[in-house]
Each structure stands twice: as structure tokens, then as C-alpha cells.
């Protein structure tokens, strides 16, 4: 793959778009902490959305290893483009799902006792805590290579790549875990 396909960079863009994508991770945050309180009475069921959470996070897990693939080994930026922007529209087809899941759905406890439930624990906390960081993370990291500021994004790239990797691989590993429990 050629330069070509490397955004010029545009620092008038990036500090035009850089505080819509804090306001708007700052809201994304605060609504996604807000769910436990709000709840919205509904005949339909939702509970099928944990299982579509559990496949979407799946299939977003391969697309971020295709995407390291087709980066590191392939060098083929265009295709690890596209493939960045459809996990990142995975992504946002998750956090709608999910706010319509929590705000409609009772919450499901873990129904296991012993050493398997501090393991369920251990991972839903990791899981939960670094959901919240990674979301601003993917925003930032994609404006920065959108905006042509590519060493910026490939340094926090570094970091933002295996946090996304855990919470969408443990997303489903908990969802398999919890899935007796519904």
C-alpha cells in the first residue's frame, strides 16, 4: 500500500473535531453510568440483546485482529482502515444495544458460587472499568489518524489496541458465564 492512502494532515480539523469527541465521551460516560438508575417499562422483551452483545463483541475481537494484521504484517493500509471503521460502527451498534438492553431489562446476578465466581468478578470489573477508558481511547486514536496525525495515533494505538482486544474478548466470556444465571 502506498502513502497515498495516508490523510494529509489537518490541524484545523483536529482541533475543530477534538472537543465534540470529548463532550461527547464525557456523555457517552456519564449516560453508560447512569443506566442502573433508569429504567423504562416496556412489554417487549429485550433479553436476546445479551446474546447479539456477546457476537457483536466477538466479531468486533476478529475485526481488531485483522485490522493489527493488515497494519503490522500486511502493511496494507486501506484494508486496515476499513476495517477500523466498521469495529468502530460494531461499536456504536453495541452501545445502542446495550443502553436499550439495560434500560428495559432486569439485571441478571451471577448465579454460581466458588472459586468460578471471584473469576467472574475479577473479569467483569476489569472488564466494566476498562469499557469506560477504551471508549474515549477509539475516539481519539481514530481522529488522530483521520486528521493525518499518524505518529500520535500509532502511539496511542499501542495502548488503545489490546485494551479494545480484552473488553471485546471478555465481553463474550462473561456473557457465557452469566448465560446459565438468565
Given at each position: 500500500m502506498t502513502l497515498n492512502?495516508?490523510?494529509a494532515l489537518n490541524e484545523s480539523l483536529y482541533k475543530r473535531l477534538r472537543p465534540i469527541a470529548l463532550v461527547f465521551s464525557i456523555i457517552v460516560i456519564?449516560?453508560?453510568a447512569s443506566l442502573r438508575s433508569i429504567h423504562w417499562e416496556t412489554n417487549i422483551s429485550f433479553i436476546w440483546l445479551a446474546g447479539f452483545h456477546s457476537t457483536?463483541?466477538?466479531?468486533?475481537?476478529i475485526g481488531l485482529i485483522l485490522a493489527y494484521y493488515f497494519i503490522k504484517i500486511k502493511k496494507?493500509?486501506?484494508?486496515?482502515?476499513q476495517l477500523m471503521i466498521l469495529n468502530i460502527i460494531l461499536s456504536g451498534v453495541f452501545l445502542l444495544s446495550y443502553v436499550v438492553y439495560h434500560i428495559t431489562t432486569p439485571e441478571t446476578k451471577y448465579c454460581f458460587e466458588g472459586n468460578i465466581r471471584y473469576l467472574y468478578f475479577v473479569l467483569l470489573a476489569t472488564h466494566i472499568i476498562l469499557?469506560?477508558?477504551?471508549m474515549p481511547m477509539?475516539?481519539?486514536t481514530f481522529l488522530r489518524a483521520y486528521t493525518g496525525f499518524i505518529p500520535l495515533h500509532k502511539k496511542m494505538a499501542r495502548w488503545a489496541f489490546p485494551v479494545w482486544l480484552?473488553?471485546?474478548i471478555?465481553?463474550?466470556i462473561l456473557y457465557l458465564m452469566l448465560r446459565p444465571c438468565m
Open positions: 492512502n495516508i490523510p456519564l449516560m453508560v457483536v463483541n466477538a466479531i468486533t475481537a496494507d493500509i486501506k484494508r486496515h482502515k469499557a469506560a477508558i477504551i477509539v475516539i481519539f480484552y473488553v471485546a471478555t465481553g463474550p
